[in-house]
Each structure stands twice: as structure tokens, then as C-alpha cells.
């Protein structure tokens, strides 16, 4: 048995850690049960299995019953869709829109649109928050001039979800239980995946990387370019902290005035406000583990300048100065980590992590940092070199050529979409936030981090996961338990040999960068009103 109480005061959020309001003291919860489940085929094949559970009983039994999304890119329904009139600019009037998602794979059965109408008309409470930027999306000339200035990717992912909406909204029982979560920062998105279901007598929370989209399918061993990604099925008390998030976000919107959006040529509200109140629900409490576990939220601040050429939005009453704490969990176990870091993410732009990464490498010789990116998300648009300035600038200045040999970044063929870091094997995290400045501070997001009475889920977790790097079957995954000899798969000059594992050729370092690069002018201002905004700091005078 560990000792838990020093794990948690070492790397979870304590009090003296926290700055309120906008830093407080995470929800933190024992006696619960965290599951890794990496790919989206592991996570797919599991919710299709939660929601099988659901519906199927008595009416009373069902009216009991609930499913609640908040979701990025809801990528629901297959065809064709017209953007709204006279918003396209110059560009391809038609958005293309992948086949109907199904949790069996792209247009195959068990597609979720279809499952949650079933679940809605069996009585159970199923409502769905899919996010639209209020700024780009609700006005037809800020929409067109945001196209013509690179935003086409927000339009059609946008679109994506609001036709989901208005394909849900069909269903009678769903007419006023899908909505759109208007709640963001003029330049920031609700960027969670978060599903809560289950019933009074017990509840599940997913949260993590994967939205509902056709090409989130995958699993090892990827073929390249496949998608890989991580989602955490929470049991436990904990479950209560994801609920009562979804709870406040759905009546927060509730209360706000309804936004005008358009698919195509049909009109569709943000919300219906004069709906009841979601109400609180006391879930049960009953020990499903030994995980230790704080739920971890990010919402923005509304600060704004004196003139704006997108509409601002209102401060989000449940969090007036925003709420940082994955932040300060982030920025707690980089602190506290002694023997090593290891990261994946999709985009490594925060050049204050990178400077808490060089500062812990500078004060502990022994620690090893890995970082892990893939191939760029094909649906992204081609972004100016913001991961190697943040290298550049919050790595690599200032650090000696001994220190940057604690340190390795590696790129996979793959698209590596997983929001994840471990440290030493005793702590990890696993959410929506990416290493970036907008998901500590702007975009809304949700993540859980987890310490073990038992300490033995972190390692498992490593284990899987750089398995999936290292292209080892099952059998061989015991192989790099031993954190010596799997960090001496990584660099020939750390830990200890004898593993009989070699890093694939498919997994290529990242060469550094120099300690000067900096973006230009124009790169700067997209990066800090666009790209990767700090809620933090006014916002506004957009040029678009």
C-alpha cells in the first residue's frame, strides 16, 4: 500500500496551492475508480455499452434515468450542409460533412444521433450541449469575414454540431434538450467532451480527447495517420463533480438570451429559456476503487477593450473571475515530478509550461521530460511555428546543453489527439486540455487527475501507452514496467538497458529549435487574438 496522503499532498492541488476565485481548491474525491481507455475504439465500444443499460426498463424506471453530452465537434449526421446565406465568402459553399457517426465505426449501426432519440422517446433525460461560437456563427458578416480570414475549420466544425442540433431537435422529446453552449469568450470554445449518465442508484463520467466524429475510430497497432487518443471513464464519488458541472452549464445557458444561428437556410435558437431548470441530483457515494481523484475545470474571464468588432459575451455566473484549476494542477505536478514527465498532446504551444518544464529539468539533474506530438489533425488549418517558439522560448533559453539532455520530443505517424501527462508513475491527468495557453485560461475545459492508494493504476496507464508508441503486443508490455529500462527505450543514455525494446522508426526525435525563434508581427497578433487567447488580458479590436 502507498501512503496516499503523502501522494495527494505532493501532487494533488492543496490549499496553499490555490489563489482564489479563480484558482480554488479542486473538487477531490477518494473511494474511486479511473479507467484509461486509449483509442477510440476502446472508448466507443464502451459508452455503446453504458447506453445499452439505459431505456430499457420500466417508465418509471427510465424517467430515473439520464444521459447528458457536452461535446466540441458533434459530427452527427452525414451529408451535405449549406452554410448560412451570403456567409461563405469565396469559399466552397458546401461543407462536407463525414458519414452519420456511429460508436461501430463511419455509417455502420449503433449511430449515436439515432441511439439518443431512441433513449429520449423511452423516457430517459437526455440533453445535449454542443458548442457554436456565438461571435463567428450567429452573425452572417462576421461569419463571412472570419472565413475569409482562416476560420473556415471553426465554420464547418460548427456547422457540423449545429446540424447535429437540429437533427436531435426532430425527435419531439428532444426539442428542447438540445442545445447550443453559448457560454464562451468571443475567441475561445467549450472544448470538453464530457458525458454523464446513469441513474440514481449510479452514474458514469467519460471525459477526455475524443468527440464524436467518424475518424476518432482507432486502435493499435495504428496504421499511420490513424487517430490516437485517450478518454477516462470515471466511477465513483467523482461522478458527482462532472454532473454538477454539465448541471451549471446547462441552466447558465438557460438563463441567457437566446442566440440567433442558421443552417442553411433554417433558423435555429441557441436554447429554449423558458425551459425547467435541470435540478440537482444527489449521486450515489458508494467506494468503486482506491483512485484518488479531483475534477478539474477550466472557464474563462471576460475582459474586453473599448471597441470590438465581434460581440462580447457575459461573465459566467458560477465562475465571474473564470476558473484555472487545471492550471494550477498542471502547473503543481511539473513541481513536484522528480523523476519524470512524460506528455503527449496535440499541440505544444504554451510557452509558460515550457518554461515550468525547463525550471523543473534545471533545479532536479535526474528527472527525464518526454514529449510526444504527431502528425498534424488533417482538418486543422497549416498554423505558423507556435510549438517551436514556445521550445524555443520557454525550453531551450536559458538551459544548458546537460540540461536540455534530460530532454526529448518525439513525433509519431500518427494523429496523437490525447490531452495527457504522467509523472513518475504515481500521478497523471487525462482531459479536453491541450498544452496550450487557451485551454489553461479561455477555452472551457475538463480534465480529472488521479493518484492510487495502491499506486499501481499510473504505471499500468504508462505502460499501455507507450506500449501503443513502442508497437508492443500485449505479451511484450511487462517489458517496459521497469521505468529505468523503458525510459532507456526512449534515449540509449538514460535509465537502464536490457529491456529488448527499440523505439519503432515510425517514432522520430524532434530536432530543438535555436533560442531565438520568435514569430513575426502578424503571427503574434493571429496567435494572441485567435490562435491561442489569454481570457486573462482585454480582448478585442479584432481585425476581421
Keep these: 500500500m502507498a501512503d496516499i496522503n503523502a501522494l495527494m499532498k505532493k501532487y494533488f492541488v492543496q490549499p496553499e496551492d490555490t489563489v482564489p476565485p479563480s484558482q480554488p481548491l479542486p473538487a477531490t474525491f ?5 479507467t484509461p481507455l486509449i483509442d477510440g475504439t476502446a472508448y466507443f465500444d464502451e459508452l455503446k455499452k453504458q447506453l445499452a443499460k439505459l431505456g430499457a426498463g420500466t417508465p418509471a424506471e427510465n424517467a430515473d434515468q439520464f444521459i447528458y453530452i457536452a461535446g466540441w465537434d458533434l459530427h452527427l449526421v452525414g451529408g451535405k450542409i449549406l452554410p448560412a446565406p451570403g456567409s461563405s465568402g469565396a469559399y466552397t459553399p458546401l461543407v462536407e460533412l463525414a458519414k452519420p457517426f456511429s460508436l461501430d465505426g463511419p455509417a455502420l449501426p449503433a449511430q449515436l444521433n439515432d441511439l439518443l432519440k431512441d433513449k429520449a422517446r423511452a423516457g430517459v433525460d437526455v440533453r445535449i450541449l454542443g458548442w457554436a461560437s456565438f461571435a463567428l456563427m450567429s452573425d452572417n458578416f462576421a461569419q463571412s469575414k472570419g472565413v475569409d480570414h482562416g476560420l473556415a475549420n471553426t465554420r464547418n466544425i460548427n456547422l457540423a454540431t449545429l446540424n447535429a442540433i437540429l437533427d436531435l431537435r426532430n425527435e ?5 434538450k438540445a442545445w447550443v453552449n453559448i457560454l464562451t469568450h468571443s475567441a475561445g470554445s467549450a472544448h470538453t467532451k464530457l458525458v454523464v449518465l446513469g441513474s440514481s442508484s449510479g452514474a458514469i463520467g467519460f471525459t477526455g480527447g475524443l468527440d464524436f466524429v467518424g475518424d476518432r475510430h482507432g486502435s493499435a497497432p495504428h496504421p499511420a495517420g490513424q487517430w490516437h487518443d485517450v478518454q477516462a471513464k470515471v466511477e465513483g464519488p ?3 463533480a462532472m454532473f454538477d458541472f454539465f448541471r451549471a452549464m446547462w441552466n447558465e445557458v438557460r438563463g441567457r438570451k437566446v442566440r440567433p444561428f442558421r443552417v442553411g437556410f433554417a433558423g435555429l435558437d441557441s436554447h429554449t429559456p423558458g425551459s425547467p431548470e435541470l435540478a440537482a441530483r444527489t449521486l450515489p457515494t458508494t467506494s468503486q476503487g482506491k483512485h484518488h481523484v479531483q475534477s478539474l475545470r477550466t472557464l474563462p474571464q471576460f475582459n474586453y477593450k473599448s471597441t470590438n468588432r465581434l460581440p462580447e459575451n457575459d461573465k459566467i455566473s458560477f465562475a465571474p473571475s473564470g476558473m484555472f484549476e487545471i492550471s494550477t494542477a498542471w502547473f503543481k505536478a511539473i513541481k513536484a515530478a522528480e523523476n519524470f514527465i512524460y506528455i503527449e498532446d496535440q499541440s505544444f504551444w ?10 523543473a529539468i534545471q533545479t532536479k ?6 514529449l510526444v506530438v504527431g502528425v498534424a489533425d488533417p482538418n486543422d ?8 517558439v514556445a521550445l524555443s522560448q520557454g525550453l531551450v533559453k536559458g538551459t544548458t546543453p546537460a540540461q536540455l539532455g534530460q530532454f526529448a520530443m518525439f513525433s509519431r505517424d500518427v494523429i496523437v489527439h490525447t490531452k495527457s501527462t504522467i509523472v513518475d508513475d504515481h500521478w497523471a491527468i487525462i482531459g479536453s486540455a491541450n498544452f496550450m495557453r487557451r485551454s489553461l485560461y479561455t477555452d472551457i475545459e475538463h480534465s480529472v487527475s488521479v493518484v492510487d492508494e495502491d499506486d499501481t493504476l499510473v504505471q499500468q496507464y504508462r505502460v499501455q501507452l507507450w506500449s501503443d508508441a513502442f508497437d508492443l503486443a500485449p505479451a511484450d508490455q511487462p517489458k517496459i514496467a521497469d521505468i529505468g529500462k523503458a525510459l532507456n527505450v526512449w534515449n540509449a543514455s538514460w535509465g537502464t538497458p536490457g529491456s529488448g525494446v527499440t523505439l519503432p522508426s515510425r ?3 524532434v530536432v530543438l529549435p535555436p533560442d531565438n525563434k520568435t514569430l513575426k508581427p502578424n503571427e503574434q497578433q493571429s496567435y494572441d487574438m485567435l490562435a491561442d487567447v489569454d481570457s486573462r488580458d482585454d480582448w478585442g479590436a479584432c481585425s476581421l
Excluded: N, T
Excluded at 30 to 34: F, N
Excluded at 172 to 176: D, G, H, S, V
Excluded at 350 to 359: P, Q, T, V, Y
Excluded at 381 to 388: A, D, M
Design 30 to 34: 477518494g473511494g474511486c475508480k479511473i
Design 172 to 176: 419531439p422529446k428532444l426539442a428542447e
Design 238 to 240: 467523482a461522478v458527482q
Design 350 to 359: 504554451s510557452i509558460d509550461l515550457m518554461k515550468a518544464l525547463r525550471d
Design 365 to 370: 539533474p535526474a528527472l527525464r521530460v518526454i
Design 381 to 388: 488549418p497549416k498554423f505558423p511555428p507556435y510549438g517551436l
Design 507 to 509: 517514432v522520430k526525435p
